[in-house]
T-cell receptor, first 111, second 116 residues
Framework: NAGVTQTPKFRVLKTGQSMTLLCAQD?????MYWYRQDPGMGLRLIHY???????AKGEVPDGYNVSRLKKQNFLLGLESAAPSQTSVYFC??????????FGPGTRLTVT | AQKITQTQPGMFVQEKEAVTLDCTYD???????LFWYKQPSSGEMIFLIY??????QNATEGRYSLNFQKARKSANLVISASQLGDSAMYFC?????????????FGAGTRLFVKA
């Protein structure tokens, strides 16, 4: 029972490159979230999903796209990476109104 | 507008003593939830405790308790008998409402240092 996993753990991109972060969960949760964590700013919600086939914008969605084709997976895409997207990205899931379960994070550096 | 405020960027506490981490929030919803998460230096996010807005009693989980003062819109975390392993970043968070994806807003965090 892996819980919430994220792939990759680390990545370095050059400005303008694209990449996809994968979040996978085996908890059968409906709700999934992508956050970014920058120093001194806590976690900020990028996009979220309330179920398979649904996505919605969070607090800081610009420059990111997401897809939830399968219930267990939530993908975060960067089409043209910028240095301002250097951050630690966390995926989280929840079964409803209570706590969220977080993946281990992906450290992304854009040079 | 920032809806979760943690005014203590850093806190020091002596091992075995209690410590209170402050959190104030702002919402117009009647139904909401308040959370505390711990982030050790290894980086993972660990759920500690939850308080619902309609819960009349303060939540407790082992050495953690949440001092919920609804009228003052505060949700302070109390850690009793601090341990060296409690040294970490602590985030207060709030879920507004009962629908809409249960989006959660996080504060900027408080870094706790436990001294031996």
């Amino acid at each position: 029972n892996a819980g919430v996993t994220q792939t990759p753990k680390f990545r370095v991109l050059k400005t303008g490159q694209s990449m996809t972060l994968l979040c996978a969960q085996d908890m059968n949760h409906e709700y999934m979230y992508w956050y970014r964590q920058d120093p001194g700013m806590g976690l900020r919600l990028i996009h979220y999903s309330v179920g398979e086939g649904t996505t919605a914008k969070g607090e800081v969605p610009d420059g990111y796209n997401v897809s939830r084709l399968k219930k267990q997976n939530f993908l975060l895409g960067l089409e043209s990476a910028a240095p301002s997207q250097t951050s630690v990205y966390f995926c989280a899931t929840s079964g409803g109104a209570y706590e969220q379960y977080f993946g281990p994070g992906t450290r992304l550096t854009v040079t | 507008a920032q809806k979760i405020t943690q005014t203590q960027p850093g806190m020091f506490v002596q091992e075995k003593e209690a410590v209170t981490l402050d959190c104030t929030y702002d919402t117009s919803d009647q139904s909401y939830g308040l959370f505390w998460y711990k982030q050790p230096s290894s980086g993972e996010m660990i759920f500690l405790i939850y308080q619902g807005s309609y819960d009349e009693q303060n939540a407790t989980e082992g050495r953690y308790s949440l001092n919920f003062q609804k009228a003052r819109k505060s949700a302070n975390l109390v850690i009793s008998a601090s341990q060296l392993g409690d040294s970490a970043m602590y985030f207060c968070a709030m879920r507004e409402g009962d629908t809409g994806g249960f989006k959660t807003i996080f504060g900027a965090g408080t870094r706790l240092f436990v001294k031996a």
